[in-house]
DNA sequence: GTTCCAGTTCGACACTCATCGATATACAGA
DNA sequence: TCTGTATATCGATGAGTGTCGAACTGGAAC
């Protein structure tokens, strides 16, 4: 275990002496990760991440109608976690007469995808 | 507020008139769904995000002394952020001697990162 | 016009979070 | 032993979140 700390004898951090390689600065700048952590944050709710799941698999534009019954939460909610998905990007609405559908931009999920891997 | 229950049962929404294809249920059931979302959540904030960025870059693991400089928060606050990580199961940890080393664990990324590609 | 209806927004609530300074813990060196 | 250092935890605070019912908005149909 630390067996390589008593190899060294001397001062609390001799000189030239590290408790670890020198670290690189992140790869990612600032800008670009509070980008992808708004995208990670809006996916950080179960049913958020469920609401997206569903919308991907889903080729076309799906009806808020047809979300609300897979939920066990009320219909505001579910206009707030879309709301929330809307304002990180993650997906766009369109109105058609009383209906709004929403669709996932799939750009986003792209960019944090390409960090994760 | 109810009374037009009885009084139309049938054709609000024509028969054969939807307002969307049928939607499929979830493919991620909700333990999935769980579980990727606090992996999702842990990284919903741009310093959590570069933390784990550095640690993935970094092949061996990187003490606490040397992150700290990297960030402009104060020390318990990063010990804050290492906690969250490593509560959520993407970083683990191992002291030697006063030094505490990080390290990034790829599996929850992993998984992730499978969902959303 | 009036009346529904799908969806959003509002107001409130309890809860969680990011942050800090202060304090505690654990260890190394003397 | 005592001193100093690296990291974790504590306590407080201000900001944000998920949730609901109520109220509002804009179309559609009568």
Redesign the interface.
Known sequence: ??VE?ELVPKQKRPAGE???????????D?AQ??R???V???????????LV??LR??A????V???VP?FDISQPTLSHHLGKLRAARIVGSERRG??A?YYVDPEP??E??G???
């Not at 076309?60 to 009806?63: E, I, M, N, Q, T």
């Open positions: 275990m630390s700390l590290r408790c670890c390689e020198p670290v690189v600065y992140p790869d990612v600032r990760a509070t992808m952590a708004e990670a944050k809006a996916l950080g709710d179960p049913i958020r991440l469920q799941d569903v698999k889903h076309g534009k799906v009806c109608c047809e979300l897979l009383l209906w559908y999920l792209e944090l995808s960090w994760l891997s």
